[in-house]
């Protein structure tokens, strides 16, 4: 199984700011990997695929980078509603598919 | 646009089989992979498994021995079905269409579906 591990578990971040999350492989996934964000009482909502490719409607101010096992989520000017949880998923080697902790990104 | 809606009961008691329904509407069911993952209340994403329409399905071998899944393609409707449940399973429960072996997008609503007697 693939473990994936994210860091730092919480981000504290002022408005304005770039917030800079990390996903780590435990083995190489090429870059079949994605990023969703999770507000509070909702289902979690694609946003990066490919590891860095954004899906539909997706702000360009959300990127992703990185290949192998090390994966970065950049947001580079956070919005009022940017913070919430960002969870990380590998479609590289399964069974089973595999998502990390998750970062949460708050109000600093 | 696709939407998905999870729906069965919120309460299982220990032991017996959790049942859960996800209806899609917007696209046909047929020619798309489908998938369940859970959420244990303020804790992270869990893969149970997937069911492609013609009735192929794959799960989380932790879970394997327990999961079976169903599609009923004239009702636009998959099902899942987890046995022996323990307060373990208390989780959101969420359908979503698997894209091309990849991510998983749309998500449905969630369903929280707690065990206890």
């Known amino acids: 199984e693939v473990v994936m591990t994210q860091s730092p578990a919480t981000l504290s971040v002022s408005p304005g700011e770039r917030a800079t999350l990390s996903c780590r492989a435990s083995q190489s996934i090429s870059s079949s990997l994605a990023w969703y964000q999770q507000k509070p009482g909702q289902a979690p909502r694609l946003l990066i695929y490919?590891?860095?490719t954004r899906a539909t409607g997706i702000p360009a101010r959300f990127s992703g980078s990185g290949s192998g096992t090390e994966f970065t989520l950049t947001i580079s000017s956070l919005q009022s509603e940017d913070f919430a949880v960002y969870f990380c998923q590998q479609y590289h080697n399964w069974p089973p598919l595999t998502f990390g902790g998750g970062t949460k990104v708050e109000i600093k | 646009q696709v939407q998905l809606q999870e729906s069965g009961p919120g309460l299982v008691k220990p032991s017996e089989t959790l049942s859960l329904t996800c209806t899609v509407s917007?696209?046909?069911?047929?020619?798309?992979?489908w998938s369940w993952i859970r959420q244990p209340p303020g804790k992270g994403l869990e893969w149970i498994g997937y069911?492609?329409?013609?009735?192929?399905?794959n799960s989380n071998p932790s879970l394997k021995s327990r999961v079976t899944m169903s599609v009923d393609t004239s009702r636009s409707q998959f099902s899942l079905q987890l046995t022996s449940v323990t307060a373990a399973d208390t989780a959101i429960y969420y359908c979503?269409?698997?894209?091309?072996?990849?991510?998983?997008?749309?998500w449905g609503q969630g369903t929280l579906v707690t065990v206890s007697s």
């Open positions: 917007g696209v046909s069911i047929n020619s798309f992979y």
């Open positions: 490919g590891a860095s």
């Open positions: 979503a269409r698997w894209s091309n072996y990849n991510y998983f997008d749309p």
């Open positions: 069911i492609y329409y013609s009735g192929s399905t």
